[in-house]
Each structure stands twice: as structure tokens, then as C-alpha cells.
């Protein structure tokens, strides 16, 4: 499986961004699956963002509710963040992780054994 992010930048504070995570190697209209965004600003520990599985259940850490919208598309085999309202604090390397099933803790790192490179978001 492999997981290319894209759609980072530098954004001012109340701005908006779109990440893009682009999956290849998964059988998405046969198996379970758990996709999830996470973050690590400088010198701060990787944190859960947003999870999606399979059948578009989602969970949004508390810090991004009703900002961040993750969502997906099966036939591009592509899964989204929608960033908007954007905080200086949100400013960090984002990763997409994917798990193939279904996870009761999809915003805990350790759920997930797949990661993309990272792309970096920066809000002013």
C-alpha cells in the first residue's frame, strides 16, 4: 500500500485548505479499511486529526470539530481533509495512515500500519 499526501501549503489564519491522500494497493470495493489524518507540529507529539472507514463512519479529534471535515471518494481511492477556519496552532506536518479494517480507535497512531511522506501546512 502506498499513500501520497498533496495539497499543503502556507495559508493566513481563517484561511482554508483542501489535503489530498491518494491510496494504491488496496482492494477498497472488497476490504474493511481505516483511513486517518494525524499531525506533528515541532516539538510536539503525533496527534489523531480525523479517521474514515470503510462504510464513512468518521471521528474528529476535539481540537478540530467543526473545521475539519474528512471525507472520501472510493473511486478515486482518495481520501480528504477540508481544513477551514485554520488556527495558527493547526500549523504542522500532516499524514495520511491507512489500516486495512475497521478500528474502535481510529485517531490512535498505533492502529495504523501504513503512512504517507507528509505534507506540511503553515498558518500565519
Known amino acids: 500500500v502506498q499513500l501520497v499526501e498533496s495539497g499543503g501549503g502556507s495559508v493566513q489564519a481563517g484561511g482554508s485548505l483542501r489535503l489530498s491522500c491518494a491510496a494504491s494497493?488496496?482492494?477498497?470495493?472488497?476490504?474493511?479499511?481505516?483511513m486517518g489524518w494525524f499531525r506533528r507540529a515541532p516539538g510536539k507529539e503525533r496527534a489523531g486529526v480525523a479517521g474514515?472507514?470503510?462504510?464513512?463512519?468518521?471521528s474528529n479529534a476535539d481540537s478540530v470539530k467543526g473545521r475539519f471535515t474528512i471525507s472520501q471518494d472510493n473511486a478515486k481511492k482518495t481520501v480528504y481533509l477540508q481544513m477551514d477556519s485554520l488556527k495558527p496552532e493547526d500549523t504542522a506536518m500532516y499524514y495520511c495512515?491507512?489500516?486495512?479494517?475497521?478500528?474502535?480507535?481510529?485517531?490512535?497512531?498505533?492502529?495504523?500500519?501504513?503512512w504517507g511522506q507528509g505534507t506540511q501546512v503553515t498558518v500565519s
Open positions: 474514515i472507514d470503510d462504510d464513512g463512519s468518521t
Open positions: 495512515a491507512s489500516v486495512n479494517r475497521r478500528t474502535w480507535y481510529p485517531l490512535s497512531a498505533n492502529q495504523y500500519n501504513y
Open positions: 494497493g488496496y482492494n477498497y470495493n472488497y476490504s474493511s479499511y481505516c
